[in-house]
């Protein structure tokens, strides 16, 4: 039988822009969603010898972004690096985890680029769990490598 290969959980570390740039975790974040979405254009084109056909469609890339949404809980540890940060694009590293019986757990593989923090949400709820929840939108290239 072959299974998937899947990761357990993920983390989101931002860059501090030093050199060598040291990423921090962002406690509190423990649900990560990693969203790849190629933009398009769409030309309709009929073919020379048929122009009595309809015309179909050819697609056409025109840009690609990555998103990156997190959520979990509202630390108000964050709230400070999470101003700081809002509209302001960075380093950020999302790298993906598998449980193997250690305090860390196995990294199998990282996302890496600059990104902008575009929603930083909190729900401070009375009767229930508070929570959190933050977008990265892509700026420029970014890169996936897996672990060794």
């Known amino acids: 039988m072959s299974l998937p290969n899947e990761p357990d959980f993920a983390l989101i570390k931002k860059g501090d822009g030093a050199d060598p ?8 974040i423990e649900n990560v969603s990693v969203n790849k979405a190629a933009q398009t254009s769409d030309r309709y ?20 972004a990555l998103t990156v949404t997190g959520s979990g809980a509202a630390n108000v540890d964050n709230i400070a690096d999470f101003e700081a940060a809002f509209g302001q694009i960075a380093n950020y590293e999302i790298e993906l985890y598998k449980y193997d019986g250690t305090d860390t757990g196995a990294l199998m593989g990282t996302y890496f680029g600059s990104f902008m923090l575009t929603t930083d949400n909190g729900t401070f709820d009375a009767n229930a769990d508070s929570s959190g929840d933050i977008t990265l939108e892509s700026d420029g290239t970014w890169s996936y490598s897996a672990a060794a």
């Open 21 to 28: 740039e040291v990423f921090t975790m962002i406690c509190g």
């Open 45 to 64: 084109r009929r073919d020379c010898t048929k122009m009595g056909v309809t015309p179909v469609r050819k697609i056409k890339a025109t840009g690609k």
